[in-house]
């Protein structure tokens, strides 16, 4: 179901006092101003991201899975297109969800250091542009960046036979943890450092510092940094700052627009 603006102001408001009273526990020369650098332009992708960009992104991935339900099932059957087809779709929900989360996030890794190459940087360069970075980060996300991500996501699971009505029980979790792990805190989770992304973990993924570039793709499992050689934690220091060399505009409209310009 598409949100609403009712929701996304409700959710807006549950957020930001449940964050900022976060940063209220930490020391003062760790906290940002509530009105943050950046703050209106992030504040704006909050009902941009979910009502223009998935919007656009929802009619990509139905565009690319047309061509492979005709492939697969010889029809765009919506009962199909939810049950999957196979061994895959006769496991039992909960498998298949956590089976879709190990795979996407595993496609995501890749999809995610594919737009820190040379030719998609630009795209992905405006989510690195916040030099501030909280949970509010989270949403400023360009709409190219968001559907080639999600198309590739779909495909596999939609290929393999998976049911991709299994992933709507994880996909508030996700959502929540993609805020979460971009919120103003040196959090990671103890023990479990290494097996769930924290923020932490993505904060280090954010940093301007030159040694920590391209470092911490996973969105969820640290797994995928660790076996490819791109896994970033030192245990005794923190990222100091955060942002890209990329001169990203820093209204979105401009952020639009920037990755279609050259030069």
């Not at 992933?167 to 943890?177: D, E, H, K, R, Y």
């Not at 932490?200 to 490819?228: C, Q, S, V, Y």
């Not at 970033?232 to 279609?260: C, D, K, Y």
Request: hydrophobic share 50%.
């Amino acid at each position: 179901m598409p949100p609403t603006i009712q929701g996304l102001l409700i959710a807006f408001v549950v957020l930001l006092l449940a964050f900022r009273a976060i940063e209220l526990c930490r020391p003062r020369d760790k906290r940002l101003a509530l009105l943050r650098r950046g703050f209106w332009t992030d504040l704006t992708y909050w009902a941009f991201t979910p009502l223009v960009t998935r919007a656009i992104t929802r009619a990509c991935v139905v565009i690319a899975i047309v061509p492979v339900a005709l492939l697969i099932y010889g029809t765009v059957d919506k009962d199909l297109l939810l049950n999957g087809f196979g061994p895959a779709s006769r496991l039992p929900m909960w498998l298949q969800a956590i089976l879709i989360l190990i795979l996407g996030d595993f496609v995501g890794y890749w999809m995610h250091r594919w737009f820190h190459g040379r030719r998609m940087w630009r795209f992905h360069a405006v989510h690195h542009s916040s030099v501030d970075l909280d949970w509010l980060s989270a949403v400023r996300l360009h709409p190219v960046n968001d559907a080639l991500m999600r198309v590739a996501g779909t495909l596999p699971i939609l290929l393999l036979g998976f049911a991709p009505v299994a992933v709507a029980g994880v996909a508030p979790f996700l959502t929540l943890m993609a805020i979460v792990v971009h919120a103003n805190v040196d959090w990671d989770w103890g023990p479990l450092r290494t097996v769930i992304a924290s923020p932490r973990f993505h904060r280090w993924h954010h940093t301007d510092e030159e040694n920590a570039r391209d470092k911490n793709f996973a969105g969820f499992l640290p797994l995928w940094d660790i076996l490819f050689g791109t896994y970033h934690m030192p245990r005794h220091r923190l990222p100091q700052s955060f942002g890209t060399a990329t001169p990203v505009p820093g209204n979105l409209i401009g952020q639009m627009i920037f990755p279609f310009r050259r030069g």
